[in-house]
Nanobody, 123 residues
Framework: VQLQASGGGLVQAGASLRLSCAASGRTFSNYAMGWFRQGPGKEREFVAAISRSGGRTSYSDSVKGRFTISRDSAKNTVYLEMNNLKPEDTADYYC?????????????????WGQGTLVTVSS
């Protein structure tokens, strides 16, 4: 699976952004999808995940209630809607794909990764 993330940018605190991750190369519906982020000097951390059916989702505590993950099988794309952004959300955001029926929270479980898209939130 090839993954292409986009949608990052520079915004002020309180603003919204929507990240997209377009998948190609294999059957999108066979893969659970996830978003991770890596801030300056930090390890990559889990943000959100969605099962291959789209029926189950999971979020980190730091983004729960502000971020929404979704997927559009017709477009082979997964989205991350980010609202009420905070300076601590500043990071490179990565999408990833995992072959399986559930959703997954750890980097080790994912088989394919896209390049990062940078989100910078100013205070």
């Amino acid at each position: 699976v090839q993954l292409q993330a986009s949608g990052g940018g520079l915004v002020q605190a309180g603003a919204s952004l929507r990240l997209s991750c377009a998948a190609s190369g294999r059957t999108f519906s066979n893969y659970a999808m996830g978003w991770f982020r890596q801030g300056p000097g930090k390890e990559r951390e889990f943000v959100a995940a969605i099962s291959r059916s789209g029926g189950r989702t999971s979020y980190s505590d730091s983004v729960k209630g502000r971020f929404t993950i979704s997927r559009d099988s017709a477009k082979n794309t997964v989205y991350l809607e980010m609202n009420n952004l905070k300076p601590e959300d500043t990071a490179d955001y990565y999408c990833a794909a995992a072959l399986g029926t559930s959703y997954y929270l750890t980097t080790e479980r994912y088989d394919y990764w896209g390049q990062g898209t940078l989100v910078t939130v100013s205070s």
